[in-house]
């Protein structure tokens, strides 16, 4: 991700210090993490209550399927753990939200310096993605930025790292 950043900002990020504008711009891509995360319960749950009802309204049909569902306590066992197993991954996600989300409110300034070079991959699901590579340091975008970063110049980015995310706080272009 990119942010629009002044040259107060830049000087900051220099100092080896993060502005305070750029503190709250981090702190509420932290919220707005766990709260796109929140959003979805209410779907989980939905799915959870329908996917379980056709289940056991297909299986209480008639006679035949009911004995087959009751035949052997494991497809019971197999039902009911569904549910936990669901709330599980859900859980985990939501650990994955917090801990990124901490991440982003407590930022540690990294910098990336080096040679710019780009890569691109394409997928059918996702799209194109874009990949800068700043030394050794790799940056995701989804559009294509080398514009802003040539290739073959040399730059020294700052950025705030959680879990899978880079998010770019200011750049300079080096001689």
Known sequence: MFYEFTEEELRSNQRGFISPKQ????????????????????VIIFFMVLGGGIILGMNLSNESTRRALFADPINLVILCASIPTILGVYGLGAFWARRTASRFRE?????????????????????????????????????????????????????CEGSQIKLILSHELLP
């Open 23 to 42: 503190k709250e711009f981090l702190n509420h891509y932290g919220k707005s993490l766990i709260q796109s995360h929140r959003s979805g319960w209410p």
């Open 107 to 159: 930022p540690e300034l990294r910098v990336a310096e080096g040679a710019i070079r780009w890569d691109d991959e394409y997928s059918d699901s996702v799209g194109r993605t874009y990949f800068l590579y700043v030394g050794k340091t790799e940056f995701k975008f989804a559009e294509d930025l080398s514009y802003t970063f040539p290739i073959g110049k040399r730059a020294r980015i700052f950025y």
